[in-house]
C-alpha cells in the first residue's frame, strides 16, 4: 500500500472500532482508543488510534483530529512512564508499506525501552499472552 490512496473500511483497527474484533483497551475518549499491540515489540507497547475520521496515515487526518489524538499519546506515554517505569519510550508512527506501515489505520505505537531488554522488529513479534495484556492495560489506564 502506498502512502496515497483510498481508506480501507475493513482494515483491522476499522473492525476494532466497529466492535468487529476485539482489543484490550487501555482508553478511549471521543477521539482517540487506545489498546495494546498483540505483538508487542516489548512489554507495554501501546497504539492510539483516531476513532473518527478514516485516515490511513498522518497525511489524511485534519488538525483537530490530529490535536486531540496527540494529546491522548502524551497522556498514555506519561501513563506507561509512570506505570511501568522503563528507561525510555519510543513514539512512532509509520507512512506507507514501504516506510513499514502494515495497518492502513492511522496509529502510533508507544513503545516502552528496558535497558536490560532488546526491542523486538517492527510487525515481527509473537502474539502475547491476553492475560499479561490485560494485566498491563489495567496498570496503564490506572496511571492516566
Ligand atoms: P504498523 O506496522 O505501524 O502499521 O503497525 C501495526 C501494528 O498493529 C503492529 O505493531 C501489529 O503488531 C499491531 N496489530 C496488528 N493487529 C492487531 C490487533 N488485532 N490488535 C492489536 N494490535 C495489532
Same mark, same amino acid.
Given at each position: 500500500m502506498s502512502i496515497n490512496g483510498t481508506y480501507d473500511p475493513d482494515n483491522i483497527f476499522a473492525k476494532i472500532l466497529k466492535g468487529k474484533m476485539p482489543c484490550v483497551k487501555v482508553f478511549e475518549d471521543e477521539y482517540s482508543l487506545a489498546f495494546m499491540d /498483540? =505483538?508487542?515489540?516489548?512489554?507495554g507497547h501501546v497504539l492510539v488510534i483516531p476513532k473518527k475520521e478514516p485516515a490511513r496515515n498522518l497525511l489524511d487526518v485534519s488538525e483537530d483530529t490530529l490535536g486531540h489524538v496527540m494529546n491522548t499519546v502524551q497522556s498514555i506515554t506519561r501513563a506507561v512512564n509512570t506505570a511501568l517505569n522503563p528507561d525510555g519510550i519510543v513514539v512512532t508512527q509509520f507512512n506507507g508499506a514501504p516506510a513499514?506501515?502494515? /495497518? =492502513?489505520?492511522l496509529h502510533f505505537h508507544i513503545i516502552p525501552r528496558y535497558e536490560n531488554a532488546t526491542m523486538k522488529t517492527h510487525a515481527s513479534g509473537k502474539m502475547a499472552d491476553m492475560d499479561e495484556l490485560t494485566a498491563l492495560a489495567a496498570r496503564i489506564n490506572s496511571a492516566l
Open positions: /498483540v =505483538f508487542p515489540q516489548s512489554r513499514g506501515q502494515t /495497518v =492502513f489505520h
